[in-house]
């Protein structure tokens, strides 16, 4: 296999993600903070694929400082949550190759889980570029699947960003004097706990992702529209309207 070099590779996704595809065989450079920037041009001399696996907001200076020393024909690649904008950058700071990536699992992956890969290929990515990508992830026991920038940030919009504003939305909206937890219902409950660790560890992350999304406005937009005929006393139409999302399965409502 191919020399990696992985740019962030002591955070928790690079670490993981280097343990993955050294055991896969792969030579893996680990770069982090703070970058070698005077020898970085000959560690990267025989490195093809250059993973920055970097938060968003460091992204710009991150590619700006590495970009200039890739060799020409290395794929530059990326594993941000949100891929419009981080592509963006890789292209204009780099002339080669761009792979826009996305890992849809976190570094703490659970035993038989199907660890998914989106991969958006940049304008100068051909066959080539995206068959040694499939092929990296593969070895590493990931299941890759093509898309674009653009249809990614929109599934991440809803997926991420969507389910993270409404989630502070709804627990912003519960009033504070009113003794709660006295009435907690079983399903409340779940939804304390499914939230409890997206907002008391993971908000800035969160947030930081649906503020990056161009997707993210629109998505709230739509929401918002759906939310008025509640309000209207439209919640039959909804509930057909969101037993779509079940429409493989026979009697989702138990109807």
């Known amino acids: 296999m191919h020399k990696i070099a992985i740019v962030g590779g002591r955070g928790r996704m690079g670490l993981m993600l280097g343990k993955r595809f050294s055991h896969a065989g792969a030579e893996v450079l680990c770069l982090d ?5 005077e020898g970085l ?9 250059v993973l920055l696996a970097v938060p968003i907001s460091v992204m710009g200076q991150v590619v700006e400082a590495v970009a200039p020393r890739m060799t020409p024909g290395t794929i530059l690649a990326d594993i941000c949550s949100v891929k419009v904008v981080p592509m963006m950058k890789m292209e204009n700071a780099y002339s080669g190759p761009v792979l826009g990536t996305h890992p849809l699992f976190g570094p703490e992956p659970g035993s038989g889980e199907v660890l998914k890969v989106a991969l958006c290929p940049g304008n100068r990515s051909d066959l080539s570029v995206v068959a040694m990508a499939e092929d990296l992830f593969a070895r590493a026991g990931m299941k890759t699947f ?3 920038a653009d249809e990614h940030d929109q599934a991440m919009a809803c997926i991420q960003s969507l389910n993270f504003v409404t989630t502070v939305s709804y627990f912003a909206s519960l009033p504070e004097d009113l003794d709660l937890e006295k009435f907690a219902t079983p399903s409340f409950m779940r939804r304390v706990s499914s939230a409890r660790k997206m907002l008391n560890e993971d908000a800035v992350l969160f947030s930081s992702l649906a503020e990056d999304n161009p ?6 937009r739509r929401f918002k529209s759906f939310l ?13 309207k969101a037993l779509w999302w079940w429409r493989n399965e026979k009697n ?3 109807q």
């Open 146 to 148: 093509i898309t674009s």
């Open 215 to 220: 997707y993210t406005g629109q998505m709230i």
């Open 252 to 254: 989702p409502g138990g």
């Open 41 to 49: 041009e000959s560690l990267l001399a025989s490195v093809k694929f």
């Open 228 to 240: 008025n005929l509640s309000a209207a006393g439209e919640m039959e139409l909804l509930q057909d």
């Open 33 to 37: 903070q703070p970058l070698p920037l």
